[in-house]
Protein backbone atom coordinates (compact mmCIF):
# COMPACT_ATOMS: atom_id res chain seq x y z
CA UNK A 1 0.00 0.00 0.00
CA UNK A 2 1.18 3.34 -0.61
CA UNK A 3 0.98 6.32 2.23
CA UNK A 4 -0.66 8.67 0.16
CA UNK A 5 -4.49 9.90 1.01
CA UNK A 6 -6.86 7.34 -0.38
CA UNK A 7 -8.66 10.20 -2.16
CA UNK A 8 -6.90 13.02 -4.08
CA UNK A 9 -4.03 14.03 -6.39
CA UNK A 10 -0.32 12.57 -6.96
CA UNK A 11 1.75 15.01 -8.88
CA UNK A 12 5.17 13.30 -9.86
CA UNK A 13 7.88 15.84 -11.06
CA UNK A 14 11.43 16.82 -10.98
CA UNK A 15 13.46 20.09 -10.56
CA UNK A 16 15.42 19.04 -13.73
CA UNK A 17 12.23 19.26 -16.02
CA UNK A 18 11.75 22.57 -17.89
CA UNK A 19 8.07 21.57 -18.13
CA UNK A 20 7.66 20.63 -14.40
CA UNK A 21 9.58 23.90 -13.30
CA UNK A 22 7.28 25.90 -15.67
CA UNK A 23 4.19 24.41 -13.69
CA UNK A 24 4.25 25.23 -10.00
CA UNK A 25 1.97 27.94 -10.68
CA UNK A 26 -0.60 25.62 -11.45
CA UNK A 27 0.45 23.07 -7.94
CA UNK A 28 -0.12 26.73 -6.47
CA UNK A 29 -3.54 26.36 -7.51
CA UNK A 30 -4.25 23.09 -7.07
CA UNK A 31 -3.36 23.43 -3.85
CA UNK A 32 -6.53 25.71 -3.24
CA UNK A 33 -9.03 23.27 -4.42
CA UNK A 34 -11.43 20.42 -2.81
CA UNK A 35 -8.83 17.69 -4.26
CA UNK A 36 -6.06 17.02 -1.87
CA UNK A 37 -3.01 17.14 -3.87
CA UNK A 38 0.17 15.02 -2.97
CA UNK A 39 3.38 16.31 -4.89
CA UNK A 40 6.45 13.47 -5.38
CA UNK A 41 9.82 14.98 -6.31
CA UNK A 42 12.00 12.89 -7.84
CA UNK A 43 15.39 14.51 -7.39
CA UNK A 44 15.01 17.46 -5.02
CA UNK A 45 13.02 17.13 -1.61
CA UNK A 46 13.01 21.66 -2.19
CA UNK A 47 11.45 21.32 -5.17
CA UNK A 48 8.73 22.86 -5.23
CA UNK A 49 9.22 25.35 -3.34
CA UNK A 50 6.64 25.95 -0.51
CA UNK A 51 5.14 22.65 -1.08
CA UNK A 52 6.20 20.60 1.03
CA UNK A 53 6.75 17.92 -1.12
CA UNK A 54 7.47 13.98 -0.62
CA UNK A 55 10.87 13.33 -0.78
CA UNK A 56 11.08 10.20 -3.53
CA UNK A 57 14.89 10.51 -4.44
CA UNK A 58 15.02 6.96 -3.72
CA UNK A 59 12.50 6.60 -6.29
CA UNK A 60 10.23 3.56 -4.55
CA UNK A 61 6.96 6.16 -4.96
CA UNK A 62 7.58 6.50 -8.60
CA UNK A 63 8.59 2.59 -9.37
CA UNK A 64 5.56 1.21 -7.24
CA UNK A 65 3.30 3.67 -9.53
CA UNK A 66 5.22 3.22 -12.78
CA UNK A 67 6.11 6.73 -13.41
CA UNK A 68 7.94 6.82 -17.07
CA UNK A 69 7.36 10.47 -17.51
CA UNK A 70 7.52 14.01 -15.75
CA UNK A 71 4.92 15.56 -14.95
CA UNK A 72 2.52 12.73 -14.27
CA UNK A 73 -1.06 13.88 -12.50
CA UNK A 74 -2.60 11.01 -11.34
CA UNK A 75 -5.95 11.02 -9.45
CA UNK A 76 -6.77 8.44 -6.72
CA UNK A 77 -9.99 7.57 -5.33
CA UNK A 78 -10.60 4.58 -2.86
CA UNK A 79 -6.85 3.88 -2.51
CA UNK A 80 -7.38 3.27 -6.56
CA UNK A 81 -6.11 4.91 -9.54
CA UNK A 82 -8.83 6.39 -11.73
CA UNK A 83 -7.21 8.29 -14.03
CA UNK A 84 -3.63 9.71 -15.16
CA UNK A 85 -1.85 12.05 -17.34
CA UNK A 86 1.53 13.30 -18.20
CA UNK A 87 2.93 16.22 -19.46
CA UNK A 88 1.31 19.22 -19.24
CA UNK A 89 -1.78 19.27 -21.14
CA UNK A 90 -4.37 21.88 -19.82
CA UNK A 91 -7.71 20.03 -21.01
CA UNK A 92 -6.69 16.76 -19.40
CA UNK A 93 -5.70 18.60 -16.20
CA UNK A 94 -9.03 20.34 -16.06
CA UNK A 95 -10.66 17.21 -16.53
CA UNK A 96 -8.84 14.91 -13.73
CA UNK A 97 -9.06 18.09 -11.42
CA UNK A 98 -12.09 19.84 -11.58
CA UNK A 99 -11.56 23.06 -12.21
CA UNK A 100 -11.34 25.56 -14.97
CA UNK A 101 -8.81 28.36 -15.45
CA UNK A 102 -5.59 26.30 -14.27
CA UNK A 103 -2.46 27.73 -15.62
CA UNK A 104 -3.28 30.78 -17.11
CA UNK A 105 -0.66 32.53 -19.47
CA UNK A 106 0.80 29.40 -19.81
CA UNK A 107 0.71 27.52 -23.42
CA UNK A 108 -1.96 25.13 -23.82
CA UNK A 109 0.40 21.98 -24.09
CA UNK A 110 3.87 21.15 -23.34
CA UNK A 111 5.58 17.85 -23.42
CA UNK A 112 7.02 16.26 -20.24
CA UNK A 113 10.38 14.70 -19.35
CA UNK A 114 11.81 10.95 -18.55
CA UNK A 115 11.52 9.98 -15.57
CA UNK A 116 14.28 9.07 -12.99
CA UNK A 117 12.98 5.58 -13.18
CA UNK A 118 14.04 4.78 -16.77
CA UNK A 119 17.23 6.62 -16.67
CA UNK A 120 19.95 3.86 -18.34
CA UNK A 121 19.95 0.92 -15.60
CA UNK A 122 17.65 2.25 -12.94
CA UNK A 123 14.90 -0.01 -13.75
CA UNK A 124 16.14 -3.07 -13.16
CA UNK A 125 18.12 -1.95 -10.25
CA UNK A 126 14.64 -0.79 -8.55
CA UNK A 127 12.98 -3.66 -9.33
CA UNK A 128 15.63 -5.67 -7.92
CA UNK A 129 15.43 -3.54 -4.75
CA UNK A 130 11.51 -2.87 -4.28
CA UNK A 131 10.35 -6.15 -6.08
CA UNK A 132 10.19 -9.89 -5.28
CA UNK A 133 12.23 -10.99 -8.44
CA UNK A 134 11.60 -14.28 -7.95
CA UNK A 135 15.36 -15.23 -9.27
CA UNK A 136 15.62 -18.86 -8.58
CA UNK A 137 19.91 -18.78 -8.33
CA UNK A 138 20.90 -19.05 -4.75
CA UNK A 139 22.30 -15.56 -3.23
CA UNK A 140 25.33 -15.06 -1.86
CA UNK A 141 25.69 -12.57 0.76
CA UNK A 142 29.23 -11.01 1.36
CA UNK A 143 30.11 -8.59 3.93
CA UNK A 144 30.08 -4.74 3.60
CA UNK A 145 33.58 -4.57 3.53
CA UNK A 146 34.43 -7.44 0.72
CA UNK A 147 35.47 -6.88 -2.78
CA UNK A 148 32.87 -8.23 -5.17
CA UNK A 149 35.13 -9.28 -7.45
CA UNK A 150 37.35 -10.94 -5.21
CA UNK A 151 34.43 -12.90 -3.35
CA UNK A 152 33.73 -14.40 -7.50
CA UNK A 153 37.48 -14.97 -7.68
CA UNK A 154 37.23 -16.94 -4.37
CA UNK A 155 34.50 -19.25 -5.48
CA UNK A 156 35.53 -20.49 -8.18
CA UNK A 157 33.04 -18.72 -10.71
CA UNK A 158 36.12 -17.14 -12.90
CA UNK A 159 38.19 -18.39 -15.44
CA UNK A 160 41.32 -16.39 -14.45
CA UNK A 161 40.32 -13.17 -15.61
CA UNK A 162 38.06 -10.72 -13.46
CA UNK A 163 34.42 -11.44 -13.80
CA UNK A 164 31.40 -8.79 -13.54
CA UNK A 165 29.80 -9.57 -10.41
CA UNK A 166 25.94 -10.98 -11.06
CA UNK A 167 23.71 -8.34 -9.09
CA UNK A 168 20.14 -9.22 -9.50
CA UNK A 169 20.14 -5.70 -11.26
CA UNK A 170 22.55 -6.88 -14.00
CA UNK A 171 20.88 -10.51 -14.29
CA UNK A 172 17.33 -9.09 -14.90
CA UNK A 173 18.72 -6.50 -17.46
CA UNK A 174 20.31 -9.55 -18.75
CA UNK A 175 17.38 -11.63 -19.20
CA UNK A 176 15.51 -8.38 -20.85
CA UNK A 177 17.49 -9.41 -23.68
CA UNK A 178 15.81 -12.22 -24.66
CA UNK A 179 12.13 -13.48 -24.87
CA UNK A 180 12.83 -17.02 -23.35
CA UNK A 181 11.30 -17.22 -19.54
CA UNK A 182 13.99 -17.22 -17.07
CA UNK A 183 12.82 -20.78 -15.50
CA UNK A 184 13.18 -22.11 -19.43
CA UNK A 185 15.68 -25.20 -19.37
CA UNK A 186 18.11 -25.46 -22.19
CA UNK A 187 19.27 -28.73 -21.55
CA UNK A 188 21.84 -30.89 -19.35
CA UNK A 189 25.50 -29.10 -19.32
CA UNK A 190 28.67 -31.44 -19.38
CA UNK A 191 30.71 -32.92 -18.13
CA UNK A 192 28.24 -33.47 -14.61
CA UNK A 193 25.19 -33.14 -17.15
CA UNK A 194 23.17 -30.48 -14.89
CA UNK A 195 19.89 -28.82 -16.26
CA UNK A 196 20.93 -24.78 -17.22
CA UNK A 197 17.89 -22.65 -17.19
CA UNK A 198 17.50 -19.02 -19.22
CA UNK A 199 18.41 -17.66 -15.81
CA UNK A 200 21.68 -19.34 -15.41
CA UNK A 201 22.75 -18.06 -19.17
CA UNK A 202 21.95 -14.68 -17.81
CA UNK A 203 24.40 -15.27 -14.81
CA UNK A 204 27.45 -16.58 -16.52
CA UNK A 205 26.33 -14.19 -19.49
CA UNK A 206 26.89 -11.22 -16.84
CA UNK A 207 29.91 -12.65 -15.41
CA UNK A 208 30.95 -12.57 -19.03
CA UNK A 209 30.19 -9.07 -19.39
CA UNK A 210 27.74 -9.56 -22.31
CA UNK A 211 25.34 -6.63 -23.01
CA UNK A 212 21.55 -8.28 -22.51
CA UNK A 213 21.70 -7.90 -26.46
CA UNK A 214 23.82 -10.67 -26.77
CA UNK A 215 21.85 -13.03 -25.18
CA UNK A 216 19.86 -14.77 -28.44
CA UNK A 217 23.78 -15.48 -29.70
CA UNK A 218 25.13 -16.57 -25.98
CA UNK A 219 21.87 -18.82 -25.94
CA UNK A 220 21.90 -20.18 -29.40
CA UNK A 221 25.64 -21.13 -28.52
CA UNK A 222 25.26 -23.02 -25.83
CA UNK A 223 21.89 -25.03 -27.62
CA UNK A 224 24.64 -25.56 -30.39
CA UNK A 225 27.06 -27.15 -27.83
CA UNK A 226 24.48 -29.30 -26.15
CA UNK A 227 24.17 -31.29 -29.47
CA UNK A 228 25.21 -34.71 -29.14
CA UNK A 229 27.19 -34.10 -32.49
CA UNK A 230 29.22 -31.10 -30.66
CA UNK A 231 30.72 -34.10 -28.47
CA UNK A 232 31.38 -31.25 -25.83
CA UNK A 233 32.04 -34.10 -22.96
CA UNK A 234 34.80 -34.66 -25.58
CA UNK A 235 35.88 -31.80 -26.29
CA UNK A 236 36.49 -30.48 -22.52
CA UNK A 237 37.71 -33.70 -21.17
CA UNK A 238 40.35 -34.45 -23.84
CA UNK A 239 43.81 -34.33 -23.60
CA UNK A 240 43.87 -32.21 -26.55
CA UNK A 241 43.94 -28.44 -27.45
CA UNK A 242 40.56 -27.89 -28.44
CA UNK A 243 37.79 -26.14 -27.69
CA UNK A 244 34.42 -24.46 -28.85
CA UNK A 245 34.66 -21.79 -32.01
CA UNK A 246 31.91 -19.96 -32.66
CA UNK A 247 31.01 -18.29 -36.34
CA UNK A 248 28.69 -15.80 -36.58
CA UNK A 249 26.35 -15.22 -39.51
CA UNK A 250 22.91 -12.99 -40.12
CA UNK A 251 22.19 -9.45 -39.30
CA UNK A 252 22.77 -9.71 -35.54
CA UNK A 253 26.08 -9.91 -35.84
CA UNK A 254 26.51 -5.95 -37.21
CA UNK A 255 23.51 -4.95 -34.82
CA UNK A 256 25.89 -6.08 -31.78
CA UNK A 257 28.61 -5.19 -32.92
CA UNK A 258 30.61 -8.07 -33.73
CA UNK A 259 33.97 -7.82 -35.49
CA UNK A 260 34.72 -9.81 -38.76
CA UNK A 261 37.20 -7.85 -39.78
CA UNK A 262 40.37 -6.34 -38.73
CA UNK A 263 41.55 -8.86 -35.58
CA UNK A 264 38.72 -9.98 -35.56
CA UNK A 265 40.27 -13.82 -34.17
CA UNK A 266 42.14 -11.07 -31.89
CA UNK A 267 41.12 -8.94 -28.74
CA UNK A 268 39.23 -5.50 -28.74
CA UNK A 269 35.39 -6.67 -29.34
CA UNK A 270 33.31 -7.02 -26.61
CA UNK A 271 30.71 -9.36 -28.48
CA UNK A 272 33.41 -11.42 -30.02
CA UNK A 273 34.89 -11.68 -26.16
CA UNK A 274 32.17 -12.23 -24.22
CA UNK A 275 29.69 -14.57 -26.29
CA UNK A 276 32.77 -17.21 -26.84
CA UNK A 277 33.30 -16.26 -22.87
CA UNK A 278 29.82 -16.70 -21.63
CA UNK A 279 29.58 -20.04 -23.28
CA UNK A 280 33.16 -21.21 -21.49
CA UNK A 281 31.98 -20.07 -18.16
CA UNK A 282 28.22 -21.86 -18.23
CA UNK A 283 30.12 -24.93 -19.05
CA UNK A 284 32.94 -24.38 -16.35
CA UNK A 285 30.22 -23.14 -13.43
CA UNK A 286 27.50 -24.68 -14.51
CA UNK A 287 28.34 -28.36 -15.65
CA UNK A 288 31.79 -28.57 -13.54
CA UNK A 289 34.20 -28.07 -16.49
CA UNK A 290 37.18 -27.14 -14.54
CA UNK A 291 40.93 -27.13 -15.79
CA UNK A 292 42.98 -29.84 -13.97
CA UNK A 293 39.71 -31.92 -12.66
CA UNK A 294 37.55 -32.62 -15.83
CA UNK A 295 39.22 -30.50 -18.17
CA UNK A 296 42.41 -32.87 -18.82
CA UNK A 297 43.86 -30.32 -21.46
CA UNK A 298 47.74 -30.89 -21.64
CA UNK A 299 48.33 -27.55 -23.15
CA UNK A 300 45.07 -26.10 -24.00
CA UNK A 301 44.87 -22.61 -26.21
CA UNK A 302 44.12 -19.18 -25.50
CA UNK A 303 40.55 -19.60 -27.45
CA UNK A 304 39.43 -20.89 -24.26
CA UNK A 305 38.57 -17.66 -22.98
CA UNK A 306 36.63 -17.30 -25.89
CA UNK A 307 36.73 -17.87 -29.17
CA UNK A 308 33.99 -16.07 -31.14
CA UNK A 309 34.11 -13.93 -34.50
CA UNK A 310 31.54 -12.93 -37.15
CA UNK A 311 31.69 -13.70 -40.98
CA UNK A 312 32.22 -11.14 -43.21
CA UNK A 313 29.44 -10.98 -45.47
CA UNK A 314 30.04 -8.03 -47.22
CA UNK A 315 30.80 -9.20 -50.87
CA UNK A 316 27.89 -10.48 -52.58
CA UNK A 317 30.47 -13.15 -54.55
CA UNK A 318 30.41 -15.32 -51.12
CA UNK A 319 28.01 -17.73 -49.98
CA UNK A 320 27.69 -17.25 -45.62
CA UNK A 321 29.01 -19.94 -44.48
CA UNK A 322 24.99 -20.29 -42.91
CA UNK A 323 23.84 -20.56 -46.11
CA UNK A 324 26.25 -23.12 -47.21
CA UNK A 325 25.27 -25.20 -43.93
CA UNK A 326 21.69 -25.46 -44.97
CA UNK A 327 20.16 -21.62 -42.92
CA UNK A 328 18.33 -19.77 -45.06
CA UNK A 329 19.95 -16.55 -46.27
CA UNK A 330 19.25 -13.19 -44.24
CA UNK A 331 19.00 -15.44 -41.07
CA UNK A 332 20.57 -15.21 -38.27
CA UNK A 333 22.61 -18.52 -37.45
CA UNK A 334 26.02 -19.81 -35.02
CA UNK A 335 28.39 -22.60 -36.34
CA UNK A 336 30.07 -24.62 -33.76
CA UNK A 337 33.55 -25.79 -34.56
CA UNK A 338 35.77 -27.89 -32.38
CA UNK A 339 39.13 -26.74 -32.88
CA UNK A 340 42.21 -25.66 -31.86
CA UNK A 341 44.44 -22.23 -32.36
CA UNK A 342 46.09 -20.18 -35.13
CA UNK A 343 48.22 -21.81 -37.73
CA UNK A 344 49.33 -18.83 -39.36
CA UNK A 345 49.25 -19.25 -43.23
CA UNK A 346 51.48 -16.58 -45.21
CA UNK A 347 51.62 -16.26 -48.97
CA UNK A 348 52.35 -12.80 -50.43
CA UNK A 349 53.21 -14.47 -54.05
CA UNK A 350 50.43 -16.63 -55.60
CA UNK A 351 48.50 -14.82 -57.89
CA UNK A 352 46.46 -17.30 -59.78
CA UNK A 353 43.88 -19.64 -57.97
CA UNK A 354 45.88 -23.00 -59.10
CA UNK A 355 48.93 -21.42 -56.97
CA UNK A 356 47.33 -20.21 -54.00
CA UNK A 357 45.29 -23.51 -53.85
CA UNK A 358 48.79 -25.58 -53.87
CA UNK A 359 50.16 -23.35 -51.42
CA UNK A 360 47.14 -24.03 -48.43
CA UNK A 361 47.09 -27.67 -49.21
CA UNK A 362 50.78 -27.84 -48.16
CA UNK A 363 49.69 -25.79 -44.89
CA UNK A 364 46.43 -27.56 -44.32
CA UNK A 365 49.02 -30.75 -44.50
CA UNK A 366 50.24 -30.25 -41.42
CA UNK A 367 47.13 -30.22 -39.39
CA UNK A 368 47.41 -32.65 -36.78
CA UNK A 369 50.43 -34.31 -38.03
CA UNK A 370 51.41 -34.06 -41.84
CA UNK A 371 51.10 -38.07 -42.07
CA UNK A 372 47.75 -38.10 -40.03
CA UNK A 373 44.28 -38.22 -42.92
CA UNK A 374 40.67 -38.34 -41.97
CA UNK A 375 41.24 -37.75 -38.61
CA UNK A 376 41.02 -33.87 -37.87
CA UNK A 377 38.72 -31.33 -38.74
CA UNK A 378 39.92 -28.28 -39.93
CA UNK A 379 38.72 -24.66 -40.17
CA UNK A 380 39.99 -22.28 -42.75
CA UNK A 381 39.72 -18.76 -41.70
CA UNK A 382 40.55 -16.78 -45.57
CA UNK A 383 41.17 -13.16 -45.98
CA UNK A 384 39.70 -10.91 -48.45
CA UNK A 385 43.01 -10.51 -50.45
CA UNK A 386 43.45 -14.09 -51.00
CA UNK A 387 39.78 -14.54 -51.33
CA UNK A 388 39.97 -11.75 -54.30
CA UNK A 389 42.46 -14.14 -55.62
CA UNK A 390 40.14 -16.86 -56.21
CA UNK A 391 37.20 -13.94 -57.34
CA UNK A 392 38.94 -12.57 -59.72
CA UNK A 393 39.01 -15.57 -61.37
CA UNK A 394 35.38 -16.67 -61.05
CA UNK A 395 36.10 -19.56 -57.76
CA UNK A 396 32.88 -19.56 -55.69
CA UNK A 397 33.03 -21.29 -52.40
CA UNK A 398 32.60 -24.96 -53.94
CA UNK A 399 35.13 -24.54 -56.18
CA UNK A 400 37.78 -23.44 -53.98
CA UNK A 401 36.61 -26.55 -51.80
CA UNK A 402 36.75 -28.95 -54.43
CA UNK A 403 39.81 -27.58 -55.57
CA UNK A 404 41.73 -27.87 -51.70
CA UNK A 405 40.46 -31.31 -51.43
CA UNK A 406 42.28 -32.49 -54.50
CA UNK A 407 45.27 -30.86 -53.81
CA UNK A 408 44.98 -32.35 -50.33
CA UNK A 409 45.14 -36.61 -51.49
CA UNK A 410 48.02 -38.53 -51.39
CA UNK A 411 49.27 -41.72 -51.54
CA UNK A 412 48.51 -43.82 -49.12
CA UNK A 413 52.30 -45.00 -49.18
CA UNK A 414 53.12 -41.73 -48.12
CA UNK A 415 50.99 -41.47 -44.78
CA UNK A 416 51.23 -44.76 -43.74
CA UNK A 417 52.60 -45.79 -40.50
CA UNK A 418 56.01 -46.18 -40.54
CA UNK A 419 56.58 -44.18 -44.07
CA UNK A 420 59.30 -41.45 -44.06
CA UNK A 421 60.84 -43.22 -40.86
CA UNK A 422 57.93 -41.39 -38.79
CA UNK A 423 55.89 -43.42 -36.74
CA UNK A 424 52.89 -41.95 -36.63
CA UNK A 425 50.30 -42.40 -39.69
CA UNK A 426 47.45 -44.11 -40.97
CA UNK A 427 46.43 -47.84 -41.19
CA UNK A 428 49.41 -49.83 -43.40
CA UNK A 429 46.55 -51.62 -45.22
CA UNK A 430 45.82 -48.51 -46.79
CA UNK A 431 49.46 -47.99 -48.70
CA UNK A 432 47.43 -48.54 -52.35
CA UNK A 433 44.50 -45.96 -51.58
CA UNK A 434 44.80 -42.47 -52.46
CA UNK A 435 44.03 -40.92 -49.21
CA UNK A 436 42.09 -37.16 -48.82
CA UNK A 437 43.97 -35.40 -45.50
CA UNK A 438 39.91 -34.25 -44.43
CA UNK A 439 36.57 -36.07 -44.58
CA UNK A 440 34.36 -34.67 -47.48
CA UNK A 441 32.48 -32.28 -44.83
CA UNK A 442 35.74 -31.66 -42.47
CA UNK A 443 37.11 -28.50 -44.30
CA UNK A 444 35.50 -25.31 -43.10
CA UNK A 445 35.94 -22.34 -44.85
CA UNK A 446 35.12 -18.90 -43.10
CA UNK A 447 35.73 -15.70 -44.93
CA UNK A 448 36.55 -12.87 -42.29
CA UNK A 449 39.84 -10.86 -41.32
CA UNK A 450 41.23 -6.87 -42.42
CA UNK A 451 40.93 -5.77 -46.16
CA UNK A 452 44.37 -5.35 -46.20
CA UNK A 453 47.25 -8.32 -45.86
CA UNK A 454 47.95 -11.93 -47.53
CA UNK A 455 48.04 -13.79 -44.35
CA UNK A 456 45.11 -16.45 -43.21
CA UNK A 457 45.04 -18.62 -41.00
CA UNK A 458 43.95 -22.30 -40.20
CA UNK A 459 42.30 -23.76 -37.14
CA UNK A 460 43.08 -27.39 -36.57
CA UNK A 461 39.97 -29.64 -35.37
CA UNK A 462 39.72 -31.70 -32.45
CA UNK A 463 40.88 -35.46 -32.82
CA UNK A 464 37.34 -36.63 -32.39
CA UNK A 465 36.79 -35.91 -35.73
CA UNK A 466 37.77 -39.02 -36.76
CA UNK A 467 34.86 -40.14 -35.64
CA UNK A 468 33.42 -38.83 -38.57
CA UNK A 469 29.54 -39.16 -37.79
CA UNK A 470 29.56 -39.12 -34.20
CA UNK A 471 31.69 -35.54 -33.53
CA UNK A 472 30.64 -32.82 -36.15
CA UNK A 473 30.15 -29.15 -36.71
CA UNK A 474 26.70 -27.82 -35.68
CA UNK A 475 25.08 -24.80 -37.00
CA UNK A 476 22.13 -24.03 -35.72
CA UNK A 477 19.59 -20.71 -36.37
CA UNK A 478 19.60 -18.43 -33.89
CA UNK A 479 16.20 -17.01 -32.13
CA UNK A 480 15.80 -13.83 -29.73
Known amino acids: MHPFPTDGLLLFAKRDCETCAMIQPVMAQLRTGDMPLTVVTQDDPEFPAGLAAVDDTALRHSFQFDIETVPTLIRLKDGQETARTFGWRRNDWETITGMRGLGPGLPDMRPGCGSKTREPGVHEQLTARYTD ?113 LIVNGPIAREIGMNSGINCLGQGNRANMTVGRALQLIIRNVGGGRPGELDRAVLGNPGKLSFCFAEDETDPSWTPLSVARGIAPGKNAITLFQGDGIQGFIDQRSRTPQELTRSLARS ?60 EGIDPRRASEMVNKFWPEGLLIVHAGGQAGLFSAICAGWTGGRFRHESTTVTREIYR
Open 364 to 423: LLAVGNWKLCEFTNAMLVLVPEHYAIYRQAGWNRERITEALHEALMRPGADVIQGAHGIG
Open 133 to 245: TSLAARRISIGAWDDEIEACFDRGWSDGLPVVPPTDARILRMLAGTSRKPDDVIGLVPPNLVPVTVEKVAINAVLAGCKPEYMPVVITALEAALQPEATMHGVLCTTCFSGPI
